[in-house]
């Protein structure tokens, strides 16, 4: 097994996501207060996946053809990349110990 870690991180996917998240005040305050409402970590970490991957699909996969999606949210699953390999469970962590 390689020792994958990116910037600190568990891997480039993940990095890339948190900081798409943290980079834009809006994003992230959503983002921290659907974490810091949760009733423990693994329910923060299950909102948070399912804030994302809804973010997705709504730019990827509207079957009516709209979307709400800006050029910056694609982008930024361009460069997040696989949302499979995302360790949402570390940027639930990071986002709480703020």
């Known amino acids: 097994m390689t020792d994958e ?39 923060a970490e299950e909102r948070l996946k399912n804030i994302v991957e809804d973010w997705h699909d709504d730019c990827f996969e509207d079957e009516k053809g709209y979307s709400s999606c800006t050029k910056e949210m694609k982008m930024m699953f361009r460069e997040v990349g696989s949302l499979w390999r995302v360790n949402y469970k570390e940027i639930v962590e990071a986002f709480l110990e703020e």
Do not use: D
Request: a negative charge.
């Open 5 to 43: 870690k990116y910037q600190g991180w568990t891997n480039h996917e993940t990095w890339a996501l948190n900081l798409w998240l943290t980079n834009e005040e809006g994003i992230y305050h959503y983002i921290q207060g659907a974490i810091k409402e949760a009733p423990n970590k693994y329910e």
